[in-house]
T-cell receptor
Framework: DVKVTQSSRYLVKRTGEKVFLECVQD?????MFWYRQDPGLGLRLIYF???????EKGDIPEGYSVSREKKERFSLILESASTNQTSMYLC?????????????FGQGTRLTVV | GENVEQHPSTLSVQEGDSAVIKCTYS??????FPWYKQELGKRPQLIID?????GEKKDQRIAVTLNKTAKHFSLHITETQPEDSAVYFC????????????FGTGTLLAVQP
């Protein structure tokens, strides 16, 4: 059974804190994604990684960074959390090519910055 | 970069009616168009996808059509049931080595019993 697991379901952090969101997949997928989900705005891509140590900015990378030291793990970092980063964060992974490129999502992390 | 627009943002239908959700994309190099369903409190899950070499694809009550010339694609759900109530997202990707997925803004479908 395919699995994408995010380290926390709910997080509450203070403004200015450094926040780490972790995502692990067990499918040996090359691609991993971090999305932010807000009502009316859909799923917006923050960062994307297509291989270990490789990353590409998405549509809204400001205020975020990422780390991919191992193939199975993709971390999203909020360098200095702000209230406008309160949101649902979704991690996903997929194969880069072939007939099955379905993206599998984690359960989401609801982050509240106070 | 790629931009995907999705309409309508909300859709309410009576049980048994059909529902249609439409998306347009900006990058003519996009060649993979999946649709995801997200039930309340759950993660998005793939329900159907289509590639640019195909104009239509069906899976039971769900179908997707693609018009490459107009750069739009649509999700069709027939004989809707209350369990079809969810948020539906379209997405587009250029595939290739990186397969970056860009999503639309979502459609909240409510099927009234």
């Amino acid at each position: 059974d395919v699995k994408v697991t995010q380290s926390s379901r709910y997080l509450v952090k203070r403004t200015g804190e450094k926040v780490f969101l972790e995502c692990v997949q067990d499918m040996d997928h090359e691609n991993m994604f971090w999305y932010r989900q807000d009502p009316g705005l859909g799923l917006r891509l923050i960062y994307f990684s297509y291989d270990v140590k490789m990353k590409e900015k998405g549509d809204i990378p400001e205020g975020y960074s990422v780390s991919r030291e191992k193939k199975e793990r993709f971390s999203l970092i909020l360098e200095s959390a702000s209230t406008n980063q309160t949101s649902m964060y979704l991690c996903a992974s997929s194969l880069p090519r072939g007939t099955n490129t379905e993206a599998f999502f984690g359960q989401g992390t609801r982050l509240t910055v106070v | 970069g790629e931009n995907v627009e999705q309409h309508p943002s909300t859709l309410s239908v009576q049980e048994g009616d059909s529902a249609v959700i439409k998306c347009t994309y900006s990058d003519s190099a996009s060649n993979y168009f999946p649709w995801y369903k997200q039930e309340l409190g759950k993660r998005p899950q793939l329900i159907i996808d289509i590639r640019s070499n195909v104009g239509e694809k069906k899976d039971q009550r769900i179908a997707v059509t693609l018009n490459k010339t107009a750069k739009h694609f649509s999700l069709h759900i027939t004989e809707t049931q209350p369990e079809d109530s969810a948020v539906y997202f379209c997405a587009a990707s250029k595939g290739g080595a990186t397969n970056k997925l860009i999503f639309g803004t979502g459609t909240l479908l409510a099927v009234q019993p």
